[in-house]
C-alpha cells in the first residue's frame, strides 16, 4: 500500500518554472488535501555573483534576494489559501541541495516539487543535480516540472 502524501516540499524560486511548478504542487495538495512547504533558498554563491558584478554590497544582495524571495512565497501563499489548503512558508540561506533535504527531513514530506532548469541540456546529460540529492538522501519522489 501506498504511504499518503500529507506534506509537499515546494522549491520556490524567481521563475517562470518555479510557477509552473507551484501550480502543479497545488493541484496535487489540492486533489489529495495535502500541506505545502514553500520553501525559497537564498545561495551564498548568488550573493557572491551580485557583490562581483553588480556592485553591490553583500548586504545589499542580500536583502534583495530576500525580499524577492518573500515576493514570490507570498503569491504562491495567496494562491493556496484561495483553494483552501494550508501552507507554510520558509526562507533559509544555504547550500540548495542540502537546506532541501534538511526541510524534508523537518517536515516529514512525502513529496518534493521543482521547476525544470531550463539551461540548454542534453537528455544525456545526468539529471538535476538536486533530484539526484535528494534521491541519495530521502526516500521520497522528486517531481520535476
Known sequence: ???KIENILLLVKGSEEAFRAASVAIEIASALSARIIALNV?????IKVMVKLLKKSESEAYVELSEDGWKYLYAIEEEVKDKGLKIIL???EGNLEKTVIDFAR????DMVV?????KKRSA???PHKLLSMVLDYLSVPVLIV
Open 114 to 118: 521543482v521547476g525544470r532548469e531550463t
Open 106 to 109: 523537518k517536515y516529514s514530506v
Open 124 to 126: 544525456l546529460q545526468p
Open 42 to 46: 537564498i545561495s551564498p554563491k548568488v
Open 90 to 92: 520558509e526562507q533559509e
Open 1 to 3: 500500500m501506498a504511504k
